[in-house]
Structure formats: C-alpha cells, structure tokens
C-alpha cells in the first residue's frame, strides 16, 4: 500500500535556526497538509496546499513557516529561525482529493527538538 | 466552528471485552467525521470515517463507529478487543473551509490487558 514517507524521523536544531521538514506525499495524491503534535497534546493543523499554493493556513503558521513543493514529489515545510515552542511532532498528509470522501493519510512523522 | 471532545484520556479493557472510545462533535453544517488510530512512534493510520447513510460504520481491523445525530456522538466500538488493539485513538471532524483540514480531538489512550 502506499505511503506518506517523512525525513528525518528525528531533528535536532539551535534556536534560531532554520529547519526544513521533508515528506514525499502519495504518488497520485493532489492534497497535502501539515500538522502538529506538541507532547501530550492534540494534533493541530498547520497548512494545506493544493495546486502550488496555500489554501488554508492556521494562526500557528506565521511567517516564520513556509511551504513548497520544489519538485512535483517533495512537499517540505521550512521554519526560518526556530523558537523552543517549535518542539513538537511534526506530520504530513495527503489525499487523493479534497472531497469530504477522500480521507488524509499520514507519514509516521519528524520529531522537531530545538535546544 | 467544528469542534470534537473525546471525553476520556483512557480506556482500559481486558482482552475478549467489547470496547467503547467514546467521542462527541459540535459542527455548524453536515458532520464528516473520522477516526484514527496512533500507534507509538508511528503516524495516524485510518481506521474509518462517517460521511451519509447508515449510522454504522465499519473500519479497518474489526473497528466500527455509531453516528448518533441526536446525541452529536461517534463512538467508535469493537466486539472484542485485543491487546494488539493499545494504542492512541484520535476523533476528528472534516472542516468545511476549502483547505478540508481535519480538526482533532485531545485522543484516548487505549490499553487492553491480557
């Protein structure tokens, strides 16, 4: 079956560094999205992106957050200087389309740590 | 705005025992509502979503959900639970904003003891 693939599985970054998160969505997929988890609390949307551009964006996702799918393959979301209360679990999605019968599907995530 | 609770942070059940991860909405128009399940270090895999027609779903893994309009809920059940079933239960809504982002629920901590 296919996958949502993530790298890294784990990144450690300085504060204030730049970070890029990278996920190669399912082949076919049209629909992409990024999430959050911050430990021991629930998952929260970030971004979604449909045709090279951003359709709904949370208030989580600031300037300091960027998304692009450079390739037709890749889709990564980049933070430009992170800020401890970056640390979270990261995860991306995608969906075949964006009716309410095409369900998102998940990578198994990258632990974001910013010392 | 759409919104889902899931009242308990844990359900403990013995193997063989029907389970019961309990979750309740609050959707402004029609709900579209999923489930999915965490295993540790893993991502959220699908287990099963409500869209129309009949109010029992069935899902993956012998999973199935109730959709109760009357009582805005969406349990989500198995006849007979195994231990392989522990693991973390998330309840979410479909939004209906053009981006279709899913809104989630806080997750049941599931263990099934032998």
């Known amino acids: 079956e296919p996958e949502v693939t993530q790298t890294p599985s784990h990144q450690v970054t300085q504060m204030g560094q730049e970070v890029i998160l990278r996920c190669v969505p399912i082949s076919n997929h049209l629909y992409f999205y990024w999430y959050r988890q911050i430990l021991g609390q629930k998952v929260e949307f970030l971004v979604s992106f449909y045709n090279n551009e951003i359709s709904e964006k949370s208030e989580i996702f600031d300037d300091q957050f960027s998304v692009e799918r450079p390739d037709g393959s890749n889709f990564t979301l980049k933070i430009r200087s992170t800020k401890l209360e970056d640390s979270a679990m990261y995860f991306c999605a995608s969906s075949g389309g964006q009716g309410i019968y095409q369900p998102q599907h998940f990578g198994d995530g990258t632990r974001l740590s910013i010392l | ?114």
Do not use: M
Not at chain 2, 41 to 62: A, C, E
Not at chain 2, 63 to 82: M, R
Not at chain 2, 90 to 112: H, M, P, W, Y
């Open chain 2, 1 to 114: 705005a759409q919104s889902v609770a899931q009242p308990e942070d844990q359900v403990n059940v013995a193997e063989g025992n029907p389970l019961t991860v309990k979750c309740t909405y609050s959707v402004s128009g029609n709900p579209y509502l999923f489930w999915y399940v965490q295993y540790p270090n893993r991502g959220l895999q699908f287990l099963l979503k409500y869209i129309t027609g009949d109010n029992l779903v069935k899902g993956s893994y012998g999973f199935e959900a109730e959709f109760n309009k009357s009582q805005t809920s969406f349990h989500l059940k198995k006849p007979s639970a195994l231990v392989s079933d522990s693991a973390l239960y998330f309840c979410a809504v479909r939004d209906d904003n053009q981006g279709g982002k899913l809104i989630f629920g806080q997750g049941t901590e599931l263990s099934v003891k032998p």
